[in-house]
């Protein structure tokens, strides 16, 4: 009787370790599958913000652009309602074979500001040069000084709506943090946090098993 007491009691506890073990496992593979999905979910975001901090350290002179595109916070209502104050318009970065035509939005530097406006007439001068006559949409009279083409950052292409504050925020130190560095602190906890709870787990059942004996 008491022969098969022990035998019923070391299967009860080998069934018991299984469970636990499971559990364990089980714990273990969702916490990676959690930290695989926040890599995939960040992984863009980092690599967006880090190409245009080194964009803006490259080129200081320009707005940071990443893969060809240029993001900047719009600052007045003047082509609204193609896009209004706040929003976040994408620029694609021009090459020296690109051409405008009239009612392409473009984006160009005036003095030490960038502005995106509609053309509304293209000229040569009696050099040859091409000339753009700009306005904004939501403006009365076209822009006093037309534009050269070297002037010209890019042409628009999208906007995302009322995401300038978001953009600000995420270009400050709290920001960055925010957004980049603590996903990124998360993620290595959850790949190296629970397998080490679980290795520590197993030292201690292991222990305690010698114990027993």
């Known amino acids: 009787m008491e022969s098969n007491q022990l035998e019923n009691s070391n299967s009860a506890d080998k069934l018991g370790k299984k469970t636990v073990g499971g559990k364990k496992h089980n714990f273990i593979g969702i916490a990676n599958i959690i930290g695989i999905l926040l890599c995939i979910l960040m992984l863009p975001g980092f690599i967006i913000s880090t190409t245009l901090f080194a964009s803006s350290l490259i080129h200081s002179d320009l707005p940071p652009s990443c ?3 240029t993001p900047l916070i719009v600052e007045t ?4 309602p193609v896009f209004d104050e706040e929003d976040v318009v994408l620029i694609k970065n021009s090459t020296p074979d690109m051409s405008f035509d009239v009612d ?16 509304i007439e293209v000229t040569t001068d009696e050099n040859g040069i091409t000339l753009y006559t700009t306005k904004g949409d939501a403006n009365n009279a076209a822009d006093e000084e037309a534009v050269h083409q070297d002037q010209i950052l890019g042409i628009y292409k999208t906007r995302f709506k009322a995401m300038g504050k978001t953009l600000m925020f995420i270009q400050t130190p709290a920001g960055m943090i925010l957004c980049v560095m603590i996903p990124f602190c998360i993620v290595l906890l959850l790949f190296f946090v629970p397998p080490l709870i679980a290795a520590r787990k ?7 098993e010698h114990s027993i004996r």
């Open 67 to 69: 893969f060809g595109y």
């Open 77 to 80: 209502g003047s082509m609204s």
């Open 104 to 119: 392409d939005i473009i984006c160009y530097h005036s003095g030490n500001v960038y502005v995106t406006h509609r053309i």
């Open 202 to 208: 197993k030292e201690n059942s292991s222990k305690e």
